[in-house]
């Protein structure tokens, strides 16, 4: 089960940066939902992840040592997570924005698009097959 929904969120990755970039490029409602609903499908998959990851339980088990020094285990429990949840919340205000016709969706998008690339994981594998 787990290394499918890591399988799955390594490849709703690819569609939600595609959808981010489209939605940045055009703000508009159409591609404004497939990047806001797609990224909350990753973060679905991603709270999947938490609760069947060992490395994300085994740090939890340890959290304040894992806290103490940059590592995988501390970039997973503490900053990627909090990125995704940042950008989502970012992507459903463009959404809301391109609604409205209003031309702040775009700054809305690109920071949701900047704060993804910046929380995902580039150390590890790409694709996963």
Do not use: D
């Not at 919340?89 to 031309?103: D, E, T, V």
């Not at 702040?104 to 694709?127: E, Q, T």
Request: charged residues 10%.
């Amino acid at each position: 089960m787990y290394e499918a929904l890591l399988f799955l969120h390594n490849l709703v990755r690819w569609a939600v940066l595609a959808f981010g970039f489209w939605a940045f490029l055009r703000p508009a409602p159409r591609s404004g939902a497939y990047f806001a609903h797609t990224l909350t499908l990753q973060v679905v998959l991603g709270l999947g992840l938490a609760f069947l990851s060992p490395l994300f339980q085994g740090a939890l088990a340890n959290l304040e040592a894992v806290m103490q020094i940059p590592s995988e285990a501390r970039y997973f429990v503490a900053e990627h997570w909090v990125g995704g949840l940042i950008a989502l919340g970012l992507a459903h205000a463009g959404l809301s924005q391109a609604r409205k016709g209003k031309p702040r969706a775009r700054l809305l998008f690109a920071l949701a698009l900047g704060l993804l690339l910046l929380s995902i994981p580039w150390f590890r594998p790409l694709l996963r097959l």
